[in-house]
């Protein structure tokens, strides 16, 4: 059973940066999808970002674009998120979604592996 663990969230000031970390155990990321999503408190899930399996291609949120890139290593079974010029309305839980060619990367409903997520605040 494939286990997803996020890890690399905290306190921030805005304008500045965090890189999370999302580690695979009991599987692997090979040929996987993989998407960041976040929740704020009293809002729905969102995507942020997602790295397809094959070839990486990469799609981001309008709201972070130039702000975040996602990347992989699938050699050590860990996808990143680094995230600059971070804005208080990046607040929430970020979650990272392991799924299987996946048509639309967006819809949570179609991932089929979750992590617990990890806390991001931006706050001066």
């Known amino acids: 059973q494939l286990e997803v663990v996020e890890s690399g969230g905290g306190l921030v000031q805005p304008g500045g940066s965090l890189t999370l970390s999302c580690a695979a155990s009991?599987?692997?990321?090979?040929?996987?999808?993989i998407g960041w999503f976040r929740q704020a408190p009293g809002k729905e899930r969102e995507g942020v970002s997602c790295?397809?399996?094959?070839?990486?291609?990469?799609n981001y949120v309008d709201s972070v674009k130039g702000r975040f890139t996602i990347s992989r290593d699938d050699a050590k079974n860990m996808v990143y998120l680094q995230m600059n010029s971070l804005k208080p309305e990046d607040t929430g839980v970020y979650y990272c979604?392991?799924?299987?060619?996946?048509?639309?990367?967006?819809?949570?409903?179609?991932?089929?592996?979750w992590g617990r997520g990890t806390q991001v605040t931006v706050s001066s």
């Open positions: 790295i397809k399996s094959s070839g990486g291609g990469v």
């Open positions: 979604a392991v799924g299987i060619m996946l048509r639309d990367c967006w819809i949570p409903s179609k991932y089929e592996y």
């Open positions: 009991g599987g692997t990321f090979n040929y996987k999808d």
